[in-house]
């Protein structure tokens, strides 16, 4: 069976992301294959970048481009080039924050984030109650084939 996955360009700003998880990266390629799968499509001639930033380098972007500055888990900025779908960026500190806040692991919600950023690259959104209902029920389904929790449930 050949790979639907996309292409993986990782761009590690903080080295300290993987210290705490060295098999970050395959990890990450996991969980975008099993959501191609999932999703039914094909994104092996695509690329996405994957950005393991801090909460300094997010809040800026979160700033520029959004008008809030203040740190966010997760950025994702789609590419206008035919084969890339765009960057999902990441802020370690506030990562690390919320799965300790949320009792989960650290990878667990990373993989999370990579997934809720990757479906905003394809157009999935939270801004109505049923769009965040269908994308809420995407991250799910996807999570529980890799083995996480579901994220929304109440403990």
Same mark, same amino acid.
């Given at each position: ?10 761009? !590690? ?31 092996? *001639? ?5 950005? !393991? ?26 590419? *206008? ?8 960026? !990441? ?30 690259? !394809?157009?999935?959104?939270? *801004? ?28």
């Amino acid at each position: 069976m050949s790979t639907k996955k996309p292409i993986v360009n990782f761009i !590690l700003h903080h080295k300290i992301w993987t210290k705490r998880v060295p098999s970050l990266r395959e990890e990450i390629s996991s969980a975008l294959e099993k959501t191609a799968e999932i999703l039914d499509r094909d994104f092996s *001639e695509t690329e996405v970048s994957v950005v !393991l930033a801090d909460d300094t380098e997010v809040q800026d972007l979160n700033k520029t481009f959004r008008n809030r500055d203040k740190p966010t888990n997760v950025l994702s900025f789609p590419s *206008e080039q035919k084969d890339e779908l765009g960057d999902i960026i !990441l802020a370690y500190e506030t990562v690390t924050r919320e799965a300790e806040e949320n009792g989960v692991s650290p990878l667990d919600h990373t993989l999370h984030l990579i997934i809720h950023g990757f479906l905003h690259l !394809l157009g999935y959104d939270h *801004e109505h109650e049923n769009e965040a209902k269908e994308m809420e029920n995407m991250e799910i389904r996807i999570l529980k084939d890799l083995h996480i929790n579901n994220p929304y449930e109440d403990k």
